[in-house]
C-alpha cells in the first residue's frame, strides 16, 4: 500500500513537505517512478511531480522553481517539499508508484493540503 502524510492547514507563502511510503507487495516489486498528483474541488486529478529510480524528476509547469520531489529508494519513500504555496495549491494530493516494464499505476489513499490566503 501507498501511505501518504504531511498534509495540513497553511497559510499563503508557507511551506508543507509530504511524504509517502510504500509497504507490502507493492514495495517487493522494482519499483520505477514514485510521484505526486493532485485534486482540486471542481477539477480534474493533475501531475504535480514524478521521480524515477534514475532520479530523473517532472514537474508540472505550476510547481516549477516551488515544489521540490525526493526519494529515498532504501525506505521506498517519495517527499515533496513545497514551498511558496499559495491558494491555487489547496488540493488532495495523492502520490502514485510504477513499477518497471508496467504501465499499471498505484494511488495512495490522498492527503489533503489548504492554503489559506
Known amino acids: 500500500q501507498l501511505q501518504a502524510s504531511g498534509g495540513g492547514l497553511v497559510q499563503a507563502g508557507g511551506s508543507l513537505k509530504l511524504s509517502c511510503s510504500a509497504s507490502g507487495s507493492i514495495s517487493s516489486t522494482r519499483i520505477h517512478v514514485m510521484g505526486w498528483y493532485r485534486q482540486a474541488p471542481g477539477k480534474q486529478r493533475e501531475l504535480v511531480a514524478t521521480?524515477?529510480?534514475?532520479?530523473?524528476?517532472n514537474y508540472a509547469d505550476s510547481v516549477k522553481g516551488r515544489f521540490t520531489v525526493s526519494r529515498d529508494n532504501a525506505k521506498n519513500t517519495v517527499y515533496l517539499q513545497m514551498n511558496a504555496l499559495n491558494a491555487e495549491d489547496t488540493a488532495i494530493y495523492y502520490c502514485?508508484?510504477?513499477?518497471?516494464?508496467?504501465?499499471?499505476?498505484?494511488w495512495g489513499q490522498g492527503t489533503l493540503v489548504t492554503v489559506s490566503s
Open positions: 521521480l524515477t529510480t534514475g532520479g530523473v524528476a
Open positions: 502514485i508508484l510504477t513499477h518497471y516494464g508496467r504501465s499499471y499505476i498505484y
